[in-house]
């Protein structure tokens, strides 16, 4: 499966002009950046790096990714959400359930615009949610960012077809056959540095719903949500407002690779912003979401 | 851990999906979240069972017409495989979605419905397979339970699908046959106390039991070359690295190889993995070699071993499955990609249109519609290095493009 991988991140070093590789801060997009190390060795990672910041990130993320850009040379462009909203572009949500997530997807498109990148590589697997699941290798948008899933180009053997016009680009998923096992199995073989929010930490918390939400001024909390301090870790990284933790006394990675092992909850089972409908994840591609 | 991908062919109602399903549900892999919304959505549309069909069907569309449309991949493993399910739909005007799923697949799974037994989609499932030389064959004689678990029932089936078998091209193709009922769980996972006549593995007994050394194609080491590396730093000031995948075989450090379309010889100086020097690439790796003397390389070319050259040419007749709305053409041009070579090509003639029902040929046309297949003959633009699909599963096959839309059309085998 690596070297499944790192035979797809060079495809789009050779077959585009402007690729890009979406950086969140998460265990999937590091995982992305080491695969790309080695793809391209000893010569640099030949694209940047871009993230869409909410502005609602943990704070530990953005430590760790500043570091690790510094660390390892790469170039990093940084586009927020704030400006987004600030120019007119996009509308806070309101509410109790009032999250930046689905915003980030028109920062995200102006981005590939400003750029002019014609491949955006991500760190989406298809085991994660059943729209995934269809997801192709290489998928193409139109310049509207848009997902046409009933009409996706067959992808044969390991041949990437990455033709396209110019105005739309591909997503590329490189480890699209990975399970949520799988990366955390490679980043303990790898040794891969991840965010210390990953493993078992005291943090304060309100439950809601069945989920673990963290206190904080960008989650909006009802009078009567009581606030505890627990031990919980994260087992996805998104915006503070729609990543629930999990209670977990796992603080090293060995027993966060134990826990996923034995763990009868999805992974997107803590995401909120999939809570919302069955046909949640879809919706949100369609409209050009990652 | 070894990874197997499975294709799955069966037609609408044949129970697929629920055959997944219960792959999931007893081996464990779906989580309690997915489980509770397979009861929920159960509940609601007024079932006495639980329909695991929901746990793959994807797409909005598809649950509302309670059909598959595309191929969906589907991920569980156990303590000795990781498997990758390709669900493919099977009603008749999605051939394409099959041979895609085939191409990536090691082993199938043919569900045919005990009460219907072998039907005209039998006989293209097991078409494609067969031309996309699958290894290992299941077919899954399913919902035994609505027959009374009736061995004649089942043998029956047997002797007809073993007459199918004597029209396959790929004779070496390994077939079994297991009885199961999907729904009620009977040799899915666990065996049936209800068919005490059956003495064979289970589904997944089967499954586990398979070799991936078995379960591969081995050839001759073929290496297109993806992507040329030039750091151009103090450290590496010198350092010209080929990247690519290693395909068919293993290829070691000194050996002899020739550089192809220039036909320049040389010999492997250094294997890269990453920063680790390595003396053998294996099969299916993807890897940096150097070599010896300085020859100007560039994507799309290919080395391989000395006196193991493939055939370079630019006129080749192969098997094409039409995956486009829009007719193929004798004289039309097209990109033809083949691994990661890109030249253009024309159709120059239509031999015949194959059924993949085991029918006969056509010989009288002159076009090709989605879901068709037939033997092509193209003229390229530029040599390609390519083996026959027989023997090289990767270097015997390409994929066609539309020059004009950019959608891949269709994909061809070469005979």
């Avoid at chain 2, 649950?63 to 191929?71: L, M, N, S």
């Avoid at chain 2, 990758?84 to 005007?93: L, S």
């Avoid at chain 2, 003495?199 to 050839?219: C, F, M, R, S």
């Avoid at chain 2, 073929?222 to 290829?251: C, M, N, S, W």
Wanted: with cysteine.
């Amino acid at each position: 499966m690596e070297n499944e991988a790192i035979y797809i991140l060079r495809e789009v070093a050779a077959q585009f002009e402007r690729p890009v590789l979406l950086f969140s801060g998460g265990k999937d997009s590091i995982t992305l950046v080491r695969l790309a190390q080695k793809a391209f060795w000893p010569a640099k990672i030949p694209f940047p790096l871009l993230h869409i910041d909410t502005g609602h990130n943990f704070p530990e993320t953005i430590d760790f990714r500043d570091r690790m850009v510094e660390e390892l040379g790469l170039e990093l462009i940084v586009r927020k959400v704030q400006d987004s909203i600030d120019q007119g572009k996009v509308k806070e949500e309101s509410g109790k359930y009032s999250s930046r997530n689905s915003l980030q997807t028109t920062t995200l498109l102006d981005a590939i615009e400003e750029f002019k990148f014609d491949a955006c590589i991500g760190g989406a697997r298809r085991d994660e949610e059943k729209a995934r699941a269809k997801e192709r290798i290489f998928s193409v948008r139109d310049d509207f960012g848009q997902w046409d899933e009933k009409n996706q180009r067959p992808e044969l053997f390991d041949m990437l077809n990455g033709q396209i016009e110019l105005g739309q680009n591909v997503r590329v998923f490189p480890i699209s056959n990975w399970t949520e096992l799988d990366v955390w199995s490679y980043i303990e073989k790898e040794k891969i540095e991840i965010p210390s929010i990953y493993f078992a930490h005291k943090r304060k918390v309100f439950l809601r719903d069945g989920l673990i939400w963290s206190h904080s001024d960008y989650v909006f909390q009802e009078e009567d949500e009581e606030v505890l301090e627990r031990m919980v870790r994260f087992r996805t990284v998104g915006d503070m407002s729609c990543t629930a933790a999990v209670f977990s006394e796992a603080a090293d990675i060995a027993s966060v690779v134990e826990e996923i092992r034995e763990s009868t909850l999805s992974e997107r089972g803590a995401r909120i912003d999939d809570k919302r409908s069955e046909a949640a994840m879809e919706k949100r591609k369609q409209q050009g979401y990652f | 851990m070894e990874v197997l991908k499975i294709a799955t062919a069966g037609s609408v109602d044949d129970g697929k999906s629920t055959l997944i399903g219960r792959l999931l549900y007893d081996t464990k892999s779906l989580t309690t979240d997915k489980l509770e919304a397979i009861e929920r959505t159960s509940k609601k549309n007024g079932y006495d069972y639980l329909d695991f069909s929901l746990a793959t069907d994807g797409l909005v569309a598809e649950r509302e017409q309670g059909i598959t449309i595309d191929v969906a991949h589907i991920y569980f493993s156990t303590d000795t495989k990781s498997y990758i399910i390709a669900d493919t739909p099977g009603h008749v005007e999605y051939t394409r979605n099959m041979v895609t799923g085939a191409s990536t697949s090691q082993a199938a799974i043919i569900l045919i419905d005990a009460r219907k037994g072998v039907i005209e989609q039998t006989h293209r499932h097991f078409f494609i397979n067969n031309l996309l030389r699958i290894k290992d064959v299941v077919v899954a004689i399913n919902k035994m339970d609505l027959v009374d678990f009736s061995e004649d029932q089942y043998n029956e089936i047997k002797a007809d699908f073993q007459k199918l078998m004597q029209k396959r091209e790929y004779q070496e193709q390994q077939i079994s046959f297991i009885p199961v009922s999907a729904l009620q769980g009977d040799n899915v996972v666990h065996k049936s106390v209800r068919t005490p006549w059956y003495n064979g593995p289970t589904l997944l007994q089967h499954l586990e039991a398979l070799d991936n050394k078995d379960i591969y194609n081995v050839g001759t080491p073929r290496f297109p070359i993806q992507y040329v590396i030039r750091p151009k730093t103090e450290a590496h000031h010198d350092f010209r690295g080929f990247a690519g995948k290693v395909y068919g075989g293993e290829l070691n450090v000194g050996d002899e190889v020739v550089a192809l379309p220039s036909q320049t010889r040389s010999k492997i100086k250094e294997i890269w993995f990453y920063d680790q020097q390595c003396g053998t690439a294996s099969r299916r790796s993807s890897v940096t070699i150097t070599l010896e003397d300085e020859i100007n390389l560039s994507r799309g070319d290919m080395l391989v071993k000395v006196g193991d050259l493939p055939m370079v040419d630019k006129r080749f007749t192969a098997t094409v499955s039409w995956m486009d709305s829009q007719d193929l053409t004798v004289g039309n041009r097209y990109i033809v990609q083949h691994g990661v070579n890109k030249v253009l090509g024309k159709v120059e003639t239509i031999h015949h249109k194959i059924e993949p029902d085991y029918s006969g040929v056509d010989p009288n046309v002159s076009t090709l519609g989605m879901n068709d297949i037939a033997e092509v003959s193209f003229r390229l633009n530029k040599p390609i290095f390519f083996d026959r699909f027989k023997e090289h599963r990767t270097n015997g096959s390409f994929i066609i493009i539309d020059s004009q839309t950019n959608n891949t059309v269709g994909a061809g085998f070469i005979g």
